[in-house]
C-alpha cells in the first residue's frame, strides 16, 4: 500500500464519530412517546392496583415467558435486582457457595456477596462462558449453585453445567443480561437453567432505560421470587397482599417494575435478523484478521451452534460469536391489546 496512514497525514478512513452505541435507545421513536403518555393519563404507575390500570408489566411478563418458552416471568426493576431475587428464591445465604465463571459483570458476584454467600470463581473455555471441567473441580459439600453468564450473548457448554449441576443437587442461575434473543439448538438462553435473569437496562438493545425480568419453569420458583421482588408475600388477583401461607413469608425488597418501564421498551419478537447480522459482522471481521492456518484451525473446531434465520441450526467459531444474540429492535404493536 502506498497510502499514507491517517496519523501520518494521509486520508482518515472515517471524518467523523460512529454511531452512539445505546443500540435500544436508536429504535425509539413515537411509539414510546405514545406509551409513556398513555401511562401518565391513566394516572396508574404501579402495576397492581390503581384508578385506570393499563396492565403493561402484566402484558410484558406473559410475552416474555412465551418468547423464552417458560411457564413463568416477573419483571422487576433492573437486571441486579433479578440476580438478587433469583438467588433468594433459591436460599442462598450465608455460608452458601455459588460457583461463577471469572468473565463476568460486577452486578453477578455482588448478589452473591449481598445474600451473605461465597462466590468461587471457575476459569472460563474458549466459549468465554463457565468451563464445565473446572466447575466440576470447584464444587464441595457448601456448593449450593451455579451462576452461569452468557457474557456478549454467548450460550457456552450450558448442557453441560446443567448435566453437572443435576448430578450434584446443584441449581442453575443463567444470568443473560446480556443474552436476550440468544439460543443454541433451538433453546432460548434463559431457558436451560432453573431461574434466568435479563436486564433491559440503558445499553441493552431491549431498553427502557433500566428494567430486568426473572423466568423460570418452576412454579415454586415464581411464587418464591415474587413474594422477594415484592413486600414478601404473594397477591391475590385484585392485586391484595397474600399473607396467611407460611411458606411465602419471606423479606421483600420492594423491585417491582412500573407500568411506565413496562410501557416503554422495544419488543422481543423481531431480534432473530439483527442478531444475525451482527453476529456474521463480527465473525466476517475477526476472521479477516487471522492467519490462513489460525483460520482453518478454526473452521475445523467443534463449537456450539446458533440459530440462523431459517431456524436451522448452524456452526460458528465460538471464539467468535461475541454479539450472539445481543441485538434487538423496535418491532412493537401496542395494538395488540388497544384495538376496539
Known amino acids: ?103 463476568f459483570w460486577v452486578a453477578t458476584v455482588g448478589a452473591v456477596v449481598r445474600s451473605g454467600a461465597i462466590p468461587v470463581l471457575v476459569d472460563c473455555d474458549d466459549t468465554f462462558d463457565m468451563d464445565p471441567k473446572d466447575a466440576a473441580r470447584k464444587i464441595t459439600p457448601r456448593t449450593q449453585a451455579i451462576l452461569v453468564v452468557h457474557m456478549g450473548g454467548v450460550i457456552g457448554k450450558i448442557k453441560e453445567i446443567v448435566t453437572l449441576a443435576r448430578q450434584h443437587n446443584l441449581k442453575v442461575v443463567e444470568d443473560c443480561a446480556q443474552a436476550s434473543g440468544a439460543s443454541q439448538n433451538g433453546i432460548k438462553a434463559g431457558a436451560f437453567g432453573d431461574l434466568g435473569i ?25 411464587r418464591r421470587a415474587f413474594a422477594i421482588h415484592d413486600l414478601g408475600y404473594p397477591r391475590n388477583d385484585a392485586g391484595r397482599l397474600v399473607m396467611d401461607d407460611p411458606a411465602l413469608q419471606l423479606w421483600g425488597i420492594g423491585c417491582r417494575m412500573s407500568e411506565l418501564t413496562g410501557a416503554v421498551r422495544n419488543d422481543f419478537s423481531a431480534i432473530a435478523a439483527p442478531t444475525m447480522r451482527r453476529t456474521l459482522s463480527a465473525v466476517m471481521a475477526s476472521v479477516k484478521l487471522q492467519p490462513l492456518a489460525a483460520r482453518a484451525e478454526i473452521a475445523s473446531s467443534p463449537v456450539p451452534t446458533m440459530t440462523t434465520l431459517s431456524g436451522s441450526p448452524s456452526p460458528l467459531p465460538s471464539a467468535l460469536l461475541v454479539q450472539q444474540g445481543n441485538s434487538r429492535r423496535r418491532a412493537r404493536n401496542w395494538s395488540r391489546s388497544r384495538s376496539g
Open 1 to 103: 500500500m502506498n497510502e499514507k496512514l491517517a496519523i501520518n497525514g494521509g486520508t482518515p478512513v472515517r471524518n467523523r464519530p460512529l454511531p452512539q452505541e445505546w443500540c435500544g435507545a436508536h429504535y425509539m421513536d413515537e411509539q414510546e412517546c405514545d406509551a409513556a403518555a398513555r401511562v401518565c393519563r391513566s394516572k396508574t404507575l404501579f402495576r397492581y392496583y390503581g384508578m385506570d390500570l393499563q396492565n403493561e408489566v402484566s402484558q410484558l411478563e406473559k410475552e416474555f415467558a412465551a418468547y423464552i418458552g417458560v411457564g413463568y416471568a416477573l419483571a422487576v426493576s433492573s437486571g441486579t435486582s433479578a440476580l438478587q431475587v433469583s438467588l433468594g428464591a433459591l436460599g442462598i445465604g450465608p455460608g452458601d457457595e455459588v460457583l461463577v465463571p471469572g468473565y
Open 198 to 222: 435479563f436486564s433491559f437496562q440503558m445499553n441493552k438493545h431491549m431498553t427502557s432505560g433500566e428494567g430486568g425480568m426473572v423466568v423460570t419453569r418452576n412454579e415454586g420458583l415464581y
